[in-house]
């Protein structure tokens, strides 16, 4: 297992497109390699971490394009599904699954109402640290990956 490294700090200032640009998108240039990754935001309430990882409206004006303000994650399912289309990916299956850790509890943000309650568990195995009971969602388009 790799430890966990920090790729940088972006200041109050920063755009969605740079940060993308910066951190994420050599991540998931690894996940298209054959990795599996995991990207977060961590920090005090307040500091940005779900508009960085969701961002503002998605799509620009004319629809074709994400918009400046889109965030982390329709970026990346975007590069993942253009990778795909231009067939650098031959053989793919895309699952996804959202959860969020919070004063030590871990939500699975796609569980169905019912089982919202569920408790998670990380568990660590030969091949690393699992989440116990996460959702986890087939796609087959960006649109599909962000929900």
């Given amino acids: 297992m790799s430890a966990l490294?920090?790729?940088?700090?972006?200041?109050?200032?920063?755009?969605?497109?740079?940060v993308y640009k910066q951190a994420i998108v050599p991540i998931v240039q690894e996940v298209l390699d054959g990795f599996n990754c995991t990207i977060f935001a961590y920090g005090?309430?307040?500091?940005?971490?779900?508009?960085?990882?969701?961002?503002?409206?998605?799509?620009?004006?004319?629809?074709?394009?994400?918009?400046?303000?889109?965030?982390?994650i329709p970026r990346a399912i975007k590069q993942v599904f253009d990778a795909i289309e231009c067939n650098q990916v031959t053989d793919s299956s895309v699952k996804v699954s959202f959860m969020e850790l919070y004063n030590e509890e871990l939500t699975d943000l796609l569980s169905p109402g019912e089982d919202k309650d569920?408790?998670?568990?990380?568990?660590?195995?030969?091949?690393?640290?699992?989440?116990?009971?996460?959702?986890?969602?087939?796609?087959?388009?960006?649109?599909?990956?962000?929900?």
């Fill in 5 to 18: 490294r920090q790729l940088q700090v972006f200041g109050p200032d920063s755009k969605q497109e740079r």
């Fill in 44 to 72: 005090q309430t307040g500091t940005g971490k779900t508009y960085t990882m969701e961002g503002g409206p998605r799509n620009s004006v004319d629809g074709t394009n994400l918009s400046a303000e889109a965030g982390v």
């Fill in 118 to 147: 569920k408790k998670l568990r990380l568990l660590e195995d030969r091949s690393g640290v699992v989440v116990q009971g996460l959702e986890e969602m087939v796609v087959k388009d960006a649109a599909g990956g962000c929900l």
